[in-house]
């Protein structure tokens, strides 16, 4: 299969139209040698032995520090980053590994012309494992296609932020012991907010959400997403604009920031990105056990004064970031964390083509 790069939102797996399915018979399988472009690349069970080894690795810091010796970790990113591109960096680091790329496109041979497969073609040769952040949507899937080594998709455009949605499960996990049954209000910038994409894709497969997306009409969540939840029996949604109005009903807050590199028109940011702030007033229109999640970086959306409050969950899932990266990495490479045993053995439905099956969490 071939892909253009593109300005749309594309579906994409690494080799099908739909999510990687289980069997009742499999165990988690084995990711070795698998790029990452979604988390639909891999099977309910797999994503939840990731969030198992993260939680191991967690406890385990001292027997995981040589899982992944002699490994190098290519780090590609076309767009600014702080936290995912350390997160990585780090997590191949305390696995014993070492680490190689760069930040900025501007510094590599991408100013001379080269096209991202010659990239790859080139990068693949030196690294085991890359990880790559591009402003464009299909950038991480054509990377894949050419290269030698597993590529994990470091963000994409407006598309897909995989890692960013390991983090994100790992923390509601820890903070409700489950990841379906709740009700998740996404709010911000809905339209460009990949992670929020990859988000609801992810929770869409292991069923029992609502979600409550609360826009400016300009920054609605696109209708491939929509259509992803609409197809999900046991997941539904409602859209608003007025965030105090149904703070009191989630369990889950998403707070994101609107995306400015991805505006043509300053005015229209200037204009869009002060519209949600959270602040203690408003946050005390919520449950008490309410968990508020941000990707970060954050500009206005959360005051700083809402960082003591107990339902503050933005800075735990930076720690789950690195954690579900150390685990993933790790497996696409093909290395087990010492000590670790998988207690997973495949749920006994998984989620079929129409995102209708759950799978035991
Ligand atoms: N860090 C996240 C991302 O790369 C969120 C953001 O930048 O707003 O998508």
């Known amino acids: 299969m071939s892909a253009e790069i593109t300005g749309a939102c594309p579906r994409q797996t690494n080799d099908s139209a739909c999510p990687a399915q289980d069997s009742p018979q499999d165990s988690p399988g084995s990711l070795e040698g698998m790029s990452v472009v979604t988390l639909d690349d891999m099977s309910t069970t797999n994503i939840l032995d990731i969030l198992d080894r993260a939680a191991y690795i967690d406890h385990h810091r001292r027997e995981v520090s040589h899982t992944c010796d002699g490994r190098v970790l290519a780090t590609l990113f076309y767009e600014p980053s702080t936290r995912t591109r350390l997160s990585f960096e780090t997590a191949m680091l305390r696995l014993g590994g070492k680490v190689i790329g760069f930040a900025g496109a501007q510094l590599a041979s991408v100013t001379k012309g080269e096209s991202i497969s010659d990239t790859l073609k080139t990068v693949s040769n030196y690294a085991d494992v890359v990880a790559i952040r591009h402003p464009k949507e299909g950038a991480a899937l054509v990377a894949a296609q050419a290269s030698r080594v597993p590529v994990i998709n470091a963000g994409d455009g407006g598309h897909m932020h995989p890692t960013q949605t390991l983090a994100d499960l790992a923390t509601l996990r820890s903070r409700f012991g489950r990841i379906t049954h709740l009700t998740v209000g996404l709010c911000g910038d809905l339209t460009f907010g990949r992670t929020v994409h990859s988000l609801i894709e992810t929770l869409c497969r292991f069923g029992d959400v609502h979600f409550v997306l609360i826009s400016p009409e300009e920054l609605t969540t696109p209708q491939y997403v929509l259509d992803r939840i609409d197809s999900t029996p046991s997941c539904s949604y409602t859209e608003t604009r007025d965030l105090s109005e149904v703070i009191g009903d989630l ?110 969490i």
């Open 251 to 360: 369990d889950v807050l998403y707070m994101t920031r609107v995306q400015k590199e991805r505006f043509f028109n300053e005015d229209d940011y200037l204009r869009l990105r002060d519209t949600y702030i959270l602040d203690e007033s408003k946050l005390s229109l919520s449950k008490p056990d309410m968990a508020v999640l941000h990707p970060l970086p954050r500009v206005n959306e959360i005051a700083v004064e809402v960082d003591d409050d107990p339902r503050a969950a933005y800075f735990e899932q930076v720690r789950n970031g690195m954690l579900v990266r150390m685990a993933l990495e790790s497996m696409v490479v093909g290395d087990e964390l010492e000590g670790y045993e998988p207690t997973r053995s495949g749920p006994p439905s998984g989620p079929a083509c129409a995102q209708s099956g759950k799978a035991a």
